[in-house]
């Protein structure tokens, strides 16, 4: 919000500086406010996962030895999955003691490591294997399976351009019934829409993995919305 306010205050600044005449009429005119919205639905064309692997052990060094031999087995097999190595983030790691509560006491019984991978994958077709091959050299999970489209700068421009129209169709209308006539477009802000980020959405068909039948994953469509506030001014 802080950004739009700048970016409207900048306008009407540089609206005041420039052209006062047409500044005083807009602080005078009558005018219409609304909102114009824009939406389309594609095919995802990227997705990433989160891959886990998590070791225990009765010694802090040996939980995390394992840890890291099992990680390493990951990302081996995704490498040969085709995954590249800019592809793959560690997502975060952790070792915590493992406690044992019992008749009201509690006693460190070993310790668990524990490290998850972001796994990007920028060829759908491919990303049934990358499971595979993650569920089979070590990982104790895999989750967080989300979309996204690689082009969704573009897109989200383009239904900006749909989104004004539509607030400028509805203008008209409302101008037409209050028999006026449309003067010119006051400020327009873009309206963040928090459902328009990538969301975790998925279907799976099987569970993969080395003694079980491979993994079929089946993404829905992406739904991109873009919506803008806008103000025009009449005479």
Request: overall charge neutral; charged content about 25%.
């Amino acid at each position: 919000m802080t950004s739009m306010r700048t970016i409207t205050t900048a306008l009407v600044i540089a609206v005041l500086g420039t052209a006062p005449a047409f500044a005083q009429q807009a602080l005078t005119s009558p005018s219409i406010s609304t909102e114009g919205r824009a939406s389309m639905k594609v095919s995802p064309d990227i997705a990433w996962i989160t891959v886990t692997a998590e070791s225990r052990a009765l010694k802090t060094a040996d939980a995390q030895k394992q840890n890291a031999t099992a990680i390493d087995g990951v990302k081996a097999s995704l490498k040969q999955a085709g995954v590249a190595d800019d592809a793959v983030k560690t997502r975060s790691y952790s070792v915590e003691p493992q406690m044992q509560y019992a008749d009201g006491k509690s006693k460190v019984i070993g310790y668990i490591a524990r490290q998850s991978l972001e796994i990007r994958v920028d060829e759908l077709a491919k990303l049934d294997a990358v499971i595979d091959a993650a569920g089979s050299s070590g990982a104790t999970s895999i989750s967080d399976i989300r979309y996204d489209v690689k082009d969704r700068s573009g897109i989200e421009r383009r239904l900006l351009a749909d989104a004004v129209k539509d607030g400028m169709q509805r203008v008209t209308a409302m101008a037409v019934g209050a028999g006026r006539e449309l003067l010119s477009v006051w400020h327009i802000d873009e309206q963040r829409l928090s459902s328009n980020q990538p969301q975790p959405m998925y279907r799976m068909a099987a569970q993969g993995g080395m003694a079980g039948p491979a993994t079929q994953i089946t993404p829905d469509e992406l739904e991109i919305r873009v919506q803008v506030t806008m103000t025009v001014l009449l005479r």
